[in-house]
């Protein structure tokens, strides 16, 4: 089983930044493609970033200038980097790994989520 934890939201005024971070544990072999996606109710969760395991990254069109995302293969951990904030920015962030197991079987896991609030 993988476990992936996010961590680093918040509330933000416009303009600001933040630095969510997603922990993945549990029986890895090797962490594959990565991303962040985010949620408003009654919507879709879409993506935010997407990165390879060998750091190749794609951004929505809303994110792009904005925000970076990153990896530490060592660590296990992704992070996104979040310029520039907006309040259309508000959302539940989630944080998506396609992973190979330790018994070399391949799974998409989800987190469980963090809240970004964006409002003066």
């Known amino acids: 089983q993988v476990q992936l934890v996010e961590s680093g939201g918040g509330l933000v005024q416009p303009g600001g930044s933040l630095r969510l971070s997603c922990a993945a544990s549990?029986?890895?072999?090797?962490?594959?493609?990565m991303g962040w996606y985010r949620q408003v109710p009654g919507k879709q969760r879409e993506l935010v970033a997407g990165?390879?395991?060998?750091?190749?990254?794609n951004y929505a069109d809303s994110a792009k200038g904005r925000f970076t995302i990153s990896r530490d293969n060592a660590k296990n951990s992704l992070f996104l980097q979040m310029n520039s904030l907006k309040p259309e920015d508000t959302a539940f962030y989630y944080c998506?790994?396609?992973?190979?197991?330790?018994?070399?079987?391949?799974?998409?896991?989800w987190g469980q989520g963090t809240q970004v609030t964006v409002s003066s």
């Open positions: 990165i390879t395991s060998d750091g190749h990254t």
């Open positions: 549990g029986s890895i072999f090797r962490l594959n493609a």
């Open positions: 998506k790994a396609d992973v190979t197991s330790s018994y070399l079987a391949r799974y998409e896991y």
